[in-house]
């Protein structure tokens, strides 16, 4: 008795939103679909989804503001929210992060992409093991030994740039600000400024080598470290990490 991860789908398109339910149901999810926030809220009480898809744009209240309001709520708080949106603009989507969205995929998207976002952001809401070693794609970092390799090459980093990776990889697949890492990585040290952390990430992505890529800078937003090298670069654009999947 598998459980299908539930995905609930908060959009008002309806031939979008079909086909993104085939394509879900085609990909092994269980697919709830909403056309407007009083649905959406309707099936939230109803049954808790594992990951919710949401439009931006829609009849009443917009998603950016059902976002806040979820996420304000203890029982919804923790549901990855996946933001669809039809705006390119870079001030949007750091709008809709700042909502609380945890990733947006742009309109028009790829079925591949959503799906593989869509399983980015349940992986990583996976429960963190009890093991002090944390794993993302082939980047493996043991906290208990200060060790860190990448297809089972040993890297070398610096003190900061080590507690700056393990933050990223405990917290892989989500956009952080330079303010967030600095309050995370380097505590309350208000007198550093956010270059700092421009300067640990170029010199932790050289110490990375090849997975270097893996640290993506998100235009406006912040950091990154994601296993989807592929799909933030570009289809064609092939990486050591998509290649060793092969
Ligand atoms: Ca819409």
Redesign the pocket.
Known sequence: MKHLPRVLVV???PA?AELIAVNLRHGGFEVVLAQDSVTAQRELDAVLPDVILL?????GQS?ISLARQWRKHSRTKVIPILM?T?RGDEPDKVAGLDAGADDYVTKPFSTQELLARIRAVLRRRTPESASDTVTVGQLVLDAATHRISYRQQNLKLGPTEFKLLHYLMKHAERVHSRSALLDKVWGDHVFIEERTVDVHVKRLREALGEAGAMVETVRGAGYRLTAQVVLSTGATHKTGTAQSQA
């Open positions: 959009e008002d398109e979008i439009d931006w744009m829609l009849p998603g669809l039809a």
